[in-house]
């Protein structure tokens, strides 16, 4: 991974490497959103660059890009995971092949880790470093953009069967 630019300048210069050219006033932003570890919220008109940003920050900083794409009606459970229902059956008919007794034990292994389907939330707190992209959240819920603001401030989420999951590192957000 490369390093957190020194400077907006060397950020700045970093970019337009890539073939993003900003101005002082956005590199001066991304770079203080890079080295505090929070989010960036950009605003504008369709086309202005938004999206490419993210994408041009993911290559600077060497870190996959992931994109979260809002819409009316989204849920936090589409955001942050899923529990994969037909890895989980095959388990269940597995131990019940091999003669598993122990309901408690099969129970507690079907919320195992294992089983979780990382959605695009989950996927950045859990990849470090990220850079995370959160499109058209204007399109979300009043709710969700409650909730997504919670998590960002934190950079931990709450699975019920496994406890909370904590960001080593935060996302880089845009």
Do not use: N
């Amino acid at each position: 991974m490369a390093h957190i630019p020194a400077t907006p300048d060397e950020l700045a210069e970093r970019l337009d490497r890539h073939a993003y050219l900003s101005d002082d006033g956005l590199a001066t932003a991304c770079f203080l959103a890079l080295r505090m570890g929070r989010p960036l919220f950009l605003e504008g008109e369709a086309g202005v660059g938004k999206t490419e940003l993210a994408k041009t920050l993911a290559l600077v900083l060497g870190a996959p890009l992931i994109r979260l794409q809002c819409y009316e009606g989204l849920d936090a459970s589409q955001a942050l995971y899923d529990w994969d229902f037909p890895r989980q059956l095959l388990h269940l008919r597995a131990a019940e092949a091999a003669g598993v007794a122990d309901v408690a034990r099969l129970e507690g292994e079907l919320y195992d880790r294992r089983f979780l389907l990382a959605r695009p939330l989950l996927q950045a707190l859990e990849t470090a470093p990220s850079v995370l992209l959160v499109d058209e959240v204007d399109r979300a819920d009043d709710e969700f953009e409650a909730f997504l603001l919670e998590v960002l401030s934190d950079f931990t989420i709450s699975v019920p069967e496994l406890g909370t999951i904590r960001a080593e590192r935060p996302p880089s957000s845009s």
